[in-house]
């Protein structure tokens, strides 16, 4: 028998929801959304879910994760119930619920929490510049040092075990049998996705966007592959210089846009941005400008004499690496690819 939980419409409220509870099941947000489809019906089976309490379901649910957020169900709802909005308040709360440390969610429902938490990552990156006395080699080299190890462990002590838990809620305790070799030949589908957002291309007047998420995409894993792997910092090859230069720059500019509409609030999708949103996109145009500022200012062989920026741009991308990807938005990257693929395990 399915669980309901009375108070669950408060407990979204945390994670952003906006009046779902004025929906009166129309079907208007369906008949609008270009993911409908007679066996699936977008969003207003989610709607549903959410209005019952019905917290085992939708935690067995990929619907969420399916949805871009192109806004259409939210403009042409009748009731202003912002369905659009739901399934954005879904992926967070889904994320909380992936979250084995629940860190997640008491940054997305606390804002104090989440300033003292930008903050303390702060002061450990001034301790950390004042305990080496603020040489400039030592703060390349350990920076660098800081990156992979970043990388590695938040990578298989938090990320993992969390996709492991949304494996759990969506695969194995709804006993959905998948036969070994499917999850083989199926992974194909988890790729495209990460690296393409395909799905996205669904959502009517959608392409531009897609773009520039698809351009996004590139520009910040081939920065980090670059900066990581190739160590751009402290190579001399020209070809690793130039690639990094054009990376970042393609990181910082098409963030630009990204801040610019949240601001600006003029889409549907940037109407009701929540703190995580912002954090996100700011946190994401200083990676890419402080990255290229800091290795122009290393090509003019200036860094030295504003050794400032550098420990700027190591504030962001130590806040952007403990703070944002294992508990932020970014994590809805990771998980929507999941998402993706566990939907095509799903299928029959």
């Known amino acids: 028998m ?3 939980n009375p108070a669950f419409n408060k407990e979204l409220e945390k994670y952003g929801s906006i009046n779902y509870n004025a929906c009166y099941n129309c079907g208007t947000c369906t008949a609008v ?54 399934m954005m308040s879904l992926r967070r709360y889904l994320t909380a619920q992936y979250d084995w ?12 929490l989440s300033i003292a938490a930008f903050i303390l990552t702060f002061a450990g990156v001034i301790a950390f510049a004042v305990s080496v006395g603020f040489e400039l080699k030592e703060m390349l080299h350990y920076g660098h040092l800081f990156e992979g190890i ?11 075990p969390n996709i492991v838990r949304m494996w759990y809620f969506t695969i194995l305790k709804p006993k959905v049998k998948v036969p070994f070799m499917k ?12 690296f393409t957002q395909k799905r996205a291309l669904g959502c009517d007047d959608n392409q531009f966007r897609w773009f520039e998420h698809f351009i996004l995409v590139i520009g910040y894993l081939s920065l980090l592959f670059t900066t990581v792997a190739l160590d751009w910092f402290g190579t001399t090859n020209l070809f690793v210089i130039i690639l990094g230069y054009l990376m970042s720059a393609i990181v910082f500019v098409v963030t630009v846009d990204f801040v610019s509409s949240r601001m600006k609030k003029n889409k549907e999708v940037s109407k009701h941005s929540q703190p995580s949103d912002i954090f996100f996109v700011v946190w994401l145009f200083f990676m890419g400008l402080t990255a290229f500022m800091v290795r122009l200012f290393i090509d003019l062989d200036i860094l030295e004499m504003n050794k400032w920026l550098y420990i700027f ?24 690819s999941f998402a993706m693929y566990f939907a095509k395990l799903k299928e029959n």
Not at 60 to 83: I, M, R, V
């Open 313 to 336: 741009h190591l504030t962001v991308l130590v806040q952007w690496a403990l703070i944002i990807v294992p508990f932020g938005k970014w994590t809805h990257f990771l998980y929507r």
């Open 150 to 160: 970043a990388i590695g462990t938040i990578g298989f002590v938090i990320l993992l």
């Open 2 to 4: 399915a669980k309901i």
């Open 183 to 194: 999850y083989v030949k199926s992974m194909g589908e988890l790729f495209v996705h990460m």
């Open 33 to 86: 959304c270009s993911l409908s489809t007679e066996e699936d019906s977008f969003p207003r089976e989610m709607v549903r879910l959410s209005a019952l309490g019905l917290e085992d379901d939708i935690k067995a649910s990929l619907k969420p994760w399916e949805c871009y957020y192109c806004g259409e169900c939210s403009t042409h709802c009748p009731q202003e119930a912002n369905p659009g909005e739901l």
């Open 101 to 112: 440390t629940g860190l997640s969610g008491l940054m997305y429902k606390s804002l104090p």
